[in-house]
């Protein structure tokens, strides 16, 4: 069975740094890209970047470039998403979510979820 | 970027009736179009995908259609379980952009 499991919900002040995690299994997790989504209180899906574990290719929007890192860790299966200082507009849930393979290259869809983190940054 | 533009924003409906709901991109796609239902407090849950393929355990009643600029997702006959929002979802040039959702809520 495929599940991704997140890190807890996390409780931060502005200016800190955070590091939440989304460990995958039952399936080869090298082989499939991971995708970071976020959904701010009461709003919709953003898509914030995605990583392939086998290689580490990573591919950020345009939107939070330069905002967060996506990074894995292949040998323990897991998938990460850091802040280096959060701000009070982080505030939101973090979801991971595998992606289906695609022949482009470009995997098209979000197949399985995490449950999801959420992350409140307030002083 | 492309942008996914859904419609309506809100649709009150009851059990039983057919539900349409649309979602329109900036530019084509191609088929690239995916469309997931979320509850609340649940993580997103993966629909149609190709604008037309059921996921996985999807029953049939969920159907999706279109290619190009404008697509379809139709409930033929809800059930109290479907009330929940929908988002539309497209890939492109190494972009991924999703609709702002349709609620689709009970009347």
């Known amino acids: 069975e495929v599940q991704l499991v997140q890190s807890g919900a996390e409780v931060k002040k502005p200016g800190e740094s955070l590091k939440i995690s989304c460990k995958g299994s039952?399936?080869?997790?090298?082989?499939?890209?991971i995708g970071w989504v976020r959904q701010m209180p009461g709003k919709g899906l953003e898509w914030m970047g995605i990583i392939y574990p086998g290689d580490s290719d990573t591919r950020y929007s345009p939107s939070f470039q330069g905002q967060v890192t996506i990074s894995a860790d292949k040998s323990i299966s897991t998938a990460y998403l850091q802040w280096s200082s959060l701000k009070a507009s982080d505030t939101a849930m973090y979801y991971c979510?595998?992606?289906?393979?695609?022949?482009?290259?470009?995997?098209?869809?979000?197949?399985?979820w995490g449950q999801g983190t959420l992350v409140t940054v307030s002083s | 970027e492309i942008v996914l533009t859904q419609s309506p924003a809100t649709l009150s409906l009851s059990p039983g009736e057919r539900a349409t709901l649309s979602c329109r991109a900036s530019?084509?796609?191609?088929?690239?179009l995916a469309w997931y239902q979320q509850k609340p407090g649940q993580a997103p849950r993966l629909l149609i995908y190709?604008?037309?393929n059921r996921a996985t355990g999807i029953p049939a009643r969920f159907s999706g259609s279109g290619s190009g600029t404008d697509f379809t997702l139709t409930i033929s006959s809800l059930e109290p379980e479907d009330f929940a929002v929908y988002y539309c979802?497209?890939?492109?040039?190494?972009?991924?952009?999703f609709g702002q959702g349709t609620r689709l809520e009970i009347k």
């Open positions: 979510a595998r992606l289906l393979p695609d022949s482009s290259g470009f995997p098209p869809y979000f197949d399985y």
């Open positions: 190709d604008a037309s």
């Open positions: 530019q084509s796609v191609s088929s690239y």
């Open positions: 039952g399936y080869s997790f090298t082989s499939y890209w």
């Open positions: 979802q497209q890939r492109s040039n190494w972009s991924i952009t």
